[in-house]
């Protein structure tokens, strides 16, 4: 392999994807192991694991790709994942806080702006933004010991601009369904939470990033794919497997003088 390839190999290193058994945390997985790398897949206690994750166990392996629980806004939790983490794979030397919560349109109830019980509000701040916080503070402790690191915090194009209430006008529910509004708050601060452990951890060696993805095909409706996607200059929704490569650039020695940036990934939404 020619040197600048090199750079992009995870080989040997140890990296922890929260909110690990959700749709992108096998992507992200994926990408790591392929990439080299060891993965700890974290998630709550009362969540199963994806069919994904065990699909990618059986085939790397269970010492390359290990199972653990924790709650991203408990940090006992957190403390004990990170030392078996430390005593069966080693140091950790990359953090994916990919661990999030989001409300998809309910067809039964949805609540006026002015509406929006508090708890919903401070419930996806908790998790978005103190949750990275912590996990940040307790794995980016594993990282300091041996001065070496990358924390690539999953933000969104939310964090930038606003959702377009339009892409769900044709959900027909009184009152009409609206993106929770601590959503994008609470990825807009970790960009800048993000920038704060970077200024602070530079030193030590160790980078912090966010990675922006824009929408995500799933299982939306067609109506909801199709406003969408006229709303992206490239056309279309993301595919998973675009966010592999922007996420081994991050994690690896390619990006080595990037830090406390954000990386969008959205086919150009944001730029319009
Ligand atoms: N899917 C998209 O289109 C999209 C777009 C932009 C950004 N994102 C971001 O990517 C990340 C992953 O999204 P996803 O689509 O895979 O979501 P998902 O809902 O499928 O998965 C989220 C995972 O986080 C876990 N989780 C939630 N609260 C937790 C907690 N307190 N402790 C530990 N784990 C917890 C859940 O159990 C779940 O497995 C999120 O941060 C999301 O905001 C997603």
């Known amino acids: 392999m020619n040197a600048v390839l090199e750079q992009f190999a995870l080989t040997g290193k140890v990296a922890v994807v929260t909110g690990g058994f959700g749709k992108l945390g096998s992507v992200w997985s994926r990408a790591l192991l392929e990439a080299g790398a060891k993965v700890a897949l974290l998630d709550k206690p009362d969540i199963l694991p994806s069919e994904e994750a065990l699909t990618l166990q059986r085939q790397f392996g269970e010492e390359r790709l290990r199972f653990y629980q924790a709650d991203v806004i408990d940090r006992p939790s957190l403390e004990i994942a990170c030392h078996h983490i430390e005593d069966q794979l080693g140091l950790v030397d990359v953090l994916v806080n990919n661990a999030g919560i989001d409300q998809p349109p309910a067809k039964v109830r949805n609540d006026r702006l002015q509406d929006i019980p508090f708890a919903a509000f401070t419930t996806v701040m908790d998790v978005n933004t103190a949750g990275s916080f912590l996990c940040m503070q307790v794995f980016g402790g594993s990282m300091l010991k041996h001065a070496f690191g990358s924390i690539i915090n999953i933000g ?57 993805p824009g929408g995500v095909e799933g299982n939306q409706d067609e109506a909801f794919k199709a406003k969408f996607q006229h709303r992206v200059p490239m056309g279309k929704m993301a595919q998973v497997d675009d966010l592999a490569g922007p996420l081994v650039f991050l994690a690896s020695d390619a990006s080595r003088y990037v830090t406390g940036t954000e990386l969008i990934v959205d086919g150009g939404f944001t730029a319009w």
């Open 156 to 212: 969104s194009l939310y964090a930038s601009v606003s959702p377009d209430a339009r892409f769900y006008d044709h959900i027909e529910t009184d009152p009409p369904f609206i993106k929770p509004p601590a959503y994008g708050a609470s990825k807009a601060a970790l960009v800048n939470l993000s920038r704060y452990f970077a200024t602070h951890w530079a030193p030590q060696g160790i980078r912090v990033n966010v990675l922006s």
